[in-house]
């Protein structure tokens, strides 16, 4: 059974910096595409990065460019979601996702595999 597991988040000052993980297990497929969205209280879920199975393109919200950057380590069949400069708009659950196919996809509902979330607080 495919697992999903972020970590890596937790309370943070405006302009500092975490980096979230998502690590895979259960899968046998070497490749897949990965996403991450997140979660504001009261919003609805909205897309952040996303890269295609390859590794070698990405793709971000505008919202997040040039800010985030989203990378994985496929000797550790880990997904990372490096967020600097945060704001406190970026407070959120943020929730990592993977599929089979190459990608890149953009809505929630292209991706099969889901973690369960990790919160990431900024404080202002």
């Known amino acids: 059974q495919v697992q999903l597991v972020e970590s890596g988040g937790g309370l943070v000052q405006a302009g500092g910096s975490l980096r979230l993980s998502c690590a895979i297990s259960?899968?046998?497929?070497?490749?897949?595409?990965a996403g991450w969205f997140r979660q504001a209280p009261g919003k609805e879920r909205e897309f952040v990065a996303a890269?295609?199975?390859?590794?070698?393109?990405?793709y971000y919200a505008d919202s997040v460019k040039g800010r985030f950057t989203i990378s994985r380590d496929n000797a550790k069949n880990t997904v990372y979601l490096q967020m600097n400069s945060l704001l406190p708009e970026d407070t959120a659950v943020y929730y990592c996702?993977?599929?089979?196919?190459?990608?890149?996809?953009?809505?929630?509902?292209?991706?099969?595999?889901w973690g369960q979330g990790t919160q990431v607080t900024v404080s202002s």
């Open positions: 996702a993977a599929d089979v196919r190459p990608g890149p996809f953009f809505r929630q509902r292209d991706y099969y595999y």
């Open positions: 259960g899968h046998t497929f070497s490749n897949y595409a």
């Open positions: 890269m295609r199975w390859s590794g070698d393109s990405t």
